[in-house]
């Protein structure tokens, strides 16, 4: 089993990035994806989740209106597109599979927003 993000680097304020996250070894289609964040001196929290369908989709107070989440399973991929970015999004952002009985992490993508 493989979660790889990619697509995290160096963003200015009001800037955008978007995170791909490609999976394999796991039946892609029959897991909700989510994005978490950690950042420094921070506990990990959730910033968006999507249902396995893509039909359905939550997010963070913090993003909303910001960041949105998509994925693609013909593509084994979920995507987070971030826009109007904050020095306070800067994080490890790090992709989760949630399956019913088991769950998978990618090892995270750095997230830094400065000017």
């Known amino acids: 089993v493989q979660l790889v993000e990619s697509g995290g680097g160096l963003a200015q304020p009001g800037g955008s990035l978007r995170l791909s996250c490609a999976a394999s070894?796991?039946?892609?289609?029959?897991?909700?994806m989510t994005w978490y964040r950690q950042g420094p001196g921070k506990e990990r929290e959730l910033v968006a989740i999507?249902?396995?369908?893509?039909?359905?989709?939550h997010y963070a107070d913090s993003v909303k209106g910001r960041f949105t989440i998509s994925r693609d399973n013909a593509e084994n991929t979920v995507y987070l597109q971030m826009n109007s970015l904050k020095p306070e999004d800067t994080a490890v952002y790090y992709c989760?599979?949630?399956?019913?009985?088991?769950?998978?992490w990618g090892q995270g993508t750095q997230v830094t927003v400065s000017s």
């Open positions: 989760h599979g949630l399956g019913e009985i088991n769950h998978y």
């Open positions: 070894g796991f039946t892609f289609s029959s897991y909700a």
């Open positions: 999507i249902s396995s369908t893509g039909g359905a989709t």
